[in-house]
T-cell receptor
Framework: GAVVSQHPSRVICKSGTSVKIECRSL??????MFWYRQFPKQSLMLMAT?????????EQGVEKDKFLINHASLTLSTLTVTSAHPEDSSFYIC????????????FGPGTRLTVT | GQNIDQPTEMTATEGAIVQINCTYQ??????LFWYQQHAGEAPTFLSY??LDGLEEKGRFSSFLSRSKGYSYLLLKELQMKDSASYLC??????????WGAGTKLIIKP
């Protein structure tokens, strides 16, 4: 099946610093990638939809200047949390959708971000 | 507005059968997904229904009734490893996934 990797799996950073999370589709080309965040015991919250070669579409309430998304190739999307604050601590998950008719999303293993 | 409802938590016994229901009200419908998510891990795909009826896949089955805006996930011969959250998600008219809050399933020996 389609495999999506995410790096790093865990990161601890200090307030005010920036953190970059990578999402890669390993064995398929993903025209669309999604970034979610998930708080404990809550469902996934879509942050943005990223299409290769174009600007990401952010959901209402998500600051695009704070959560920078770059989808430079068909296999790589990055999320950079800029000037991180403790309230940004969360589980960030990316997913990728195969090019074509399938709308199934394949999820990366997630990144646990802790901002101290 | 768009809404997906599923029970917050369910408890079942190892070896038994459990049915997790999901009702939805969305702007358009292009299919319904069920995902399994273990604590601290990303969701994994279980099933996809776009036509009415039952789809069986091993111990797991998923049912859809589009006229009723209703789906269920049926888990048979429950095992301890089935303890997880089960997420219902609907693909709306814009082909965007709308997620339910998930049902935490607790399996007891």
């Amino acid at each position: 099946g389609a495999v999506v990797s995410q790096h790093p799996s865990r990161v601890i950073c200090k307030s005010g610093t920036s953190v970059k999370i990578e999402c890669r589709s390993l064995d398929f080309q993903a025209t669309t990638m999604f970034w979610y965040r998930q708080f404990p015991k809550q469902s996934l919250m879509l942050m943005a939809t990223s299409n290769e070669g174009s600007k990401a579409t952010y959901e209402q309430g998500v600051e695009k200047d704070k959560f920078l998304i770059n989808h430079a190739s068909l296999t790589l999307s990055t999320l950079t949390v800029t000037s991180a604050h403790p309230e940004d601590s969360s589980f960030y998950i990316c997913s990728a959708r195969l090019a074509g008719d399938s709308y199934e999303q394949y999820f990366g293993p997630g990144t646990r971000l802790t901002v101290t | 507005g768009q809404n997906i409802d599923q029970p917050t938590e369910m408890t079942a016994t190892e070896g038994a059968i459990v049915q997790i229901n999901c009702t939805y009200q969305t702007s358009g419908f292009n299919g319904l997904f069920w995902y399994q998510q273990h604590a601290g891990e990303a969701p994994t795909f279980l099933s996809y229904n776009v036509l009415d009826g039952l789809e069986e896949k091993g111990r797991f089955s998923s049912f859809l009734s589009r006229s009723k805006g209703y789906s269920y996930l049926l888990l048979k011969e429950l095992q301890m490893k089935d303890s997880a959250s089960y997420l219902c998600a609907v693909l709306d008219s814009n082909y965007q996934l709308i997620w339910g809050a998930g049902t935490k399933l607790i399996i007891k020996p």
